[in-house]
Nanobody, 131 residues
């Protein structure tokens, strides 16, 4: 498993921006697919964004598409989530996740948009958007 540490969460007004970071000291970071999930109180953890090992392919949940951007810097062993035009419904704990065994087949257990596809998780960082 990979040790992941998120940072960058906080309180922001609706329409504002935040940038989350997820860092690791894992030497083989560049071989991992990475994702951000989020979980609001009383709700299930949901997929937000995914980036493949090289950064050449990304995917987003419909709810964040056009507002959030995932990126990675393999030299710094860090993945980012730039969040713009934030809405109160974006309020949640945001979790970084890593996997070296991701499938892009929606029927697979380790599908990239499923939490089951990831075996390493950070501790989470809280994002609160006020109206």
């Amino acid at each position: 498993q990979v040790q992941l540490v998120e940072s960058g969460g906080g309180l922001v007004q609706a329409g504002g921006s935040l940038r989350l970071s997820c860092a690791t000291s894992q030497r083989t970071f560049s071989s991992y697919s990475m994702a951000w999930f989020r979980q609001a109180p009383g709700k299930e953890r949901e997929f937000a964004a995914h980036i493949n090992w090289s950064g050449s392919w990304t995917s987003y949940a419909d709810s964040v598409k056009g507002r959030f951007t995932i990126s990675r810097d393999n030299a710094k062993k860090t993945v980012y989530l730039q969040m713009n035009s934030l809405k109160p419904e974006d309020s949640a704990a945001y979790y970084c996740a890593a996997s070296r065994d991701i499938s892009y087949d929606a029927s697979a257990t380790n599908y990239y948009a499923s939490a089951r596809g990831y075996d390493s998780w950070g501790q989470g960082t809280q994002v609160t958007v006020s109206s």
